[in-house]
């Protein structure tokens, strides 16, 4: 359950899944299942999805949640903390999200498709993070590194895109009610209050203010995790001196010849523990270890089964050749390899940043490829993009599948060799 690789395993059955049941006697009511209406009363207004939205607009705020606390982390202590650590994934991200986007333009300057132009700048870092695992110790611990960074920081750009493009007419007494929230996060932040549940409970009214504001709501994930603390009450050595103390007293407690005293006394022992251990983790990291699982392991192979099945009536060569389809496998095929790779390797050379330490050039490039699995992140943009417009929408859902298969495929022989 905790080891990377599986995530990409799971995300992986349950599109194949999704692209059997789509293709099979039960494709009509499988379609079913997921246009169900689902209810949610609020006071007296109401919101009414169909199972399929309230998992992409509801659902998929805790995965960008979890995404914008690996963000935050990446930027305080991890690979994006310094301006030199992070020029060089923030370049090739962006060399990996201008290029896929101006290729699927020259297919798609006008006309319907024309809104899908933002579906090839995305890197899935759920299967990204799943092959470098597989490929651990055939690839330096410095590639693993920069590419992660890379697909976080496309992940910030996906998120600043559907901010900005995909934002229907605003709501602005909501958007106050939004706003008056993030300033209450802001507030309990600066209070340094470590509590979870004042954050869960002002995200989800974030997340109600944001829906109603006309700006899409998944938008809230993201602003909640940049106001969840970074601080731990207790600090390490604190932890190591007050632990020391407790499991003094739990040796004390097992010389005692009275065992039913030795079993309450432990357990005050155990417990006082398990509290110095939570107040260790920050709150952002509570967070990221509670939700991680449910983000992996549930909400992102729903998404898949949800969105990535398409039936194939007629030719399947009609669905991918046309500019839709072929605007998307060679943004993110041919795009982003170039767009990485040449914005990558032009920094390197201009000396504006270091080579990760022990790769090659054939290595920077393999990983280039491996960026262009666009998968969960290029479906959720599709579904933005085409909302309503099913021919476009299963062109772009085949187009995306063929380009992350191929991306993958060869990313992955070119890293393993």
């Not at 599986?6 to 009509?28: D, E, K, R, Y």
């Not at 970074?230 to 600090?235: F, G, H």
């Not at 795009?335 to 090659?360: C, H, M, N, W």
Request: hydrophobic share 55%.
């Amino acid at each position: 359950m905790h080891n990377e690789a599986s995530g990409g395993i799971v995300l992986l059955v349950m599109t194949i899944l999704s692209l059997i049941l789509s293709n099979s006697s039960f494709a009509a009511g499988f379609h079913a299942i997921w246009e169900s209406s689902i209810t949610i009363l609020f006071n007296e207004k109401s919101l009414e999805f169909t199972i399929i939205h309230f998992i992409n607009d509801g659902l998929m705020v805790l995965f960008f949640f979890v995404v914008g606390l690996e963000i935050k982390r990446e930027i305080l202590v991890g690979e994006l903390s310094g301006f030199k650590k992070a020029l060089l994934p923030v370049i090739g991200a962006a060399g990996g999200m201008i290029v896929p986007a101006v290729i699927y333009l020259l297919f798609n300057s006008s006309g319907a498709g024309s809104a899908g132009w933002a579906i090839p700048v995305a890197t899935d870092i759920a299967f990204v993070v799943g092959i470098l695992v597989v490929l651990k110790g055939k690839i330096p611990t410095s590639l693993r590194i920069f590419l992660t960074a890379l697909a976080i920081v496309d992940d910030i750009g996906a998120v600043i895109i559907i901010a900005i493009f995909y934002t229907s007419s605003i709501s602005f007494t909501a958007l106050g009610f939004a706003i008056i929230i993030i300033v209450l996060l802001m507030v309990i932040n600066t209070l340094k209050i470590k509590k979870l549940m004042p954050y869960i409970i002002l995200g989800i009214a974030l997340w109600i203010a944001l829906l109603f504001s006309g700006i899409h709501a998944t938008i809230a994930g993201v602003i909640l995790a940049f106001t969840i603390p970074a601080r731990s009450k207790l600090d390490k050595v604190s932890f190591m001196q007050s632990t020391k103390g407790i499991l003094s007293e739990l040796n004390i407690n097992i010389e005692s010849k009275d065992k039913g005293q030795v079993e309450q006394d432990n357990l005050s022992v155990i417990q006082a523990i398990e509290k110095n251990c939570e107040n260790v983790l920050t709150p952002l990291q509570r967070f990221e270890i509670n939700l991680h699982p449910w983000i992996t392991f549930f909400i992102i192979p729903l998404f898949a089964l949800a969105n990535a099945g398409v039936t194939i009536q007629g030719s399947f060569s009609d669905l991918l050749f046309n500019p839709v389809g072929i605007g998307i496998v060679l943004g993110l095929f041919i795009g982003k390899q170039l767009g990485v790779f040449g914005f990558t390797y032009s920094a390197i050379k201009l000396r504006l940043a270091d080579r990760p330490e022990g790769s090659s050039n054939v290595q920077i490039y393999g990983a280039a490829v491996l960026a262009g699995i666009g998968f969960t992140m290029s479906l959720f943009i599709a579904n933005l993009s085409f909302a309503g417009k099913s021919g476009l929408m299963d062109e772009a859902r085949v187009g995306i599948l063929v380009a992350s298969i191929i991306s993958g495929f060869v990313g992955f022989m070119l890293l393993r060799k």
